[in-house]
């Protein structure tokens, strides 16, 4: 009666715990999910309002043997799957496999794994969260009903072997209809005018035309471009008024869930699953040398940018430390979450500023070394001071024309010292050089 059982899902998160918590505490591992809906009918009373039959998953029938057999003469059960709405339903699952015994069941919610973090969970437990365990039970019931009544139409229209989902469904008739909306665009010619100048010193620059006789321009047809560069022969270019002013570039939140997996796609070209995979395994702990296994980011599953109070104090001190004064905010910066944000998770960081990415680098496998200076530098940035930019803005007059060039220099790097977002976008011109005083013409 002397140990407490705690339950969680992955035997990686296990090993971790066990080597934290020592011999006062047994952990055991239910590898995921114990029950689900039957694999090969609806699982789902039409007639009973919407009743699921959850059956134990084939192959779990060991598991749950095992866990019933460590629970044995224990009273106090701790159930920690992870802290979302998946999580909750392998603890309720667990709780209903293990109810005929007397037990207490506590649930634990850790968001990162650390020792303190860890007993200050245990030290905190809540109750089984009915509503979200039902939030989760909802969702898995719309998966079977839109999967097992849409996927054998798609077999006989489109092809054996597709399946349906409750989000994807939605998600290719937003397509669909996007799609539509593109082949129903009537396209416009668009033209714009850009001078290549270059005064007595170096570099070249471009200007872009800006208004013609006073007005703005919209370039319809080239005829009209044409026209312009006609009246421009033999002009003198010249720079009629300069304006500089400063810029601040602020730094960007630290990662949620979703601008994790995008900038992981756009930085490392990981898939979503394949960042979520390995952002699991830097959760739930790696062997860092005399170490062990550490976990070594919070959990990855979150909506919120919140960070703790004692994570803020620590990167702080690291800015200070590695980067000087100039490039700490007098304040900590605070990112505003969307509104239906959970606000008891945190944003995605390092457990440990102090863990830098060059210390993890002789433990960590190539993937899971990218994905973690990612979040790493990400959150460190989240804590710098702004960039500041000098921006200068040239108005270049020529004949009626007026032509405007903008250009800026970096005055402060701020947090881009460390980390800059990546930028999607492409541009298709369709580009004729004209060699009348350097002026060419883009027909975009």
């Known amino acids: 009666m002397s140990k407490s059982l705690l339950i969680v899902e992955s035997p990686a998160k296990a090993r971790t715990l066990q080597k934290y918590l020592g011999s006062e505490f047994r952990v055991q591992a239910s590898v995921g999910h114990i029950k689900d809906l039957p694999k090969h009918e609806l699982g789902v009373d039409l007639n009973d309002d919407f009743k699921p039959h959850y059956v134990t998953i084939v192959g779990k029938a060991k598991v749950i043997q095992e866990l019933r057999k460590a629970a044995d003469n224990i009273h106090d059960i701790y159930l920690a799957p992870d802290p979302d709405r998946e999580g909750e339903a392998i603890a309720w699952h667990i709780a209903e496999a293990l109810k005929n015994q007397d037990h207490q069941f506590h649930r634990v919610l850790f968001y990162e794994l650390t020792p303190k973090a860890i007993r200050v969970a245990l030290a905190a437990p809540v109750s089984l969260n009915q509503p979200r365990y039902e939030s989760q039970q909802a969702r898995r019931i719309l998966d079977r009903l839109v999967g097992y009544q849409i996927s054998p139409l798609l077999w006989d229209k489109v092809k054996r072997g597709l399946s349906a989902g409750r989000v994807q469904s939605v998600a290719l008739r937003l397509i669909c209809e996007r799609e539509r909306e593109i082949r129903a665009f009537v396209s416009e010619e668009y033209w714009s005018l850009t001078a290549h ?127 000087g004064p100039d490039f700490l905010p007098a304040e900590p910066q605070v990112y505003k979450s969307r509104k239906s944000a959970q606000e008891a998770h945190e944003a995605i960081r390092p457990t440990d500023v102090a863990r830098t990415p060059e210390q993890m680098s002789a433990f960590l496998s190539k993937e899971e070394l990218a994905l973690y200076e990612l979040i790493w530098k990400r959150f460190v940035a989240s804590q710098m001071n702004p960039a500041v930019l000098l921006v200068t803005t040239a108005d270049i007059t020529a004949a009626e024309a007026l032509f405007r060039a903008t250009g800026s220099i970096v005055k402060f790097p701020g947090f881009t010292m460390l980390y800059e977002e990546s930028k999607n976008g492409l541009r298709y011109e369709n580009q004729s050089r004209i060699a009348t005083h350097g002026i060419r013409s883009n027909h975009q």
């Open 197 to 323: 100048l270059e005064a007595e010193q170096p570099p070249p620059f471009q200007a872009k035309l800006f208004k013609y006789k006073g007005k703005k321009v919209n370039l319809d047809n080239a005829q009209q471009t044409e026209e312009i560069i006609a009246a421009l022969a033999g002009a003198s270019f010249t720079v009629s008024q300069v304006e500089q002013k400063e810029r601040q570039k602020k730094s960007l939140a630290p990662f949620i869930t979703s601008t994790m997996q995008q900038e992981a796609s756009r930085k490392l070209r990981f898939t979503a699953r394949r960042t979520m995979s390995i952002a699991q395994r830097l959760y739930e702990g790696l062997e860092v040398g005399p170490e062990g296994p550490v976990g070594l980011i919070t959990y990855m599953r979150t909506d919120s940018t919140r960070v703790g109070t004692e994570a803020l104090n620590a990167v702080r001190s690291y800015i200070s430390q590695n980067f």
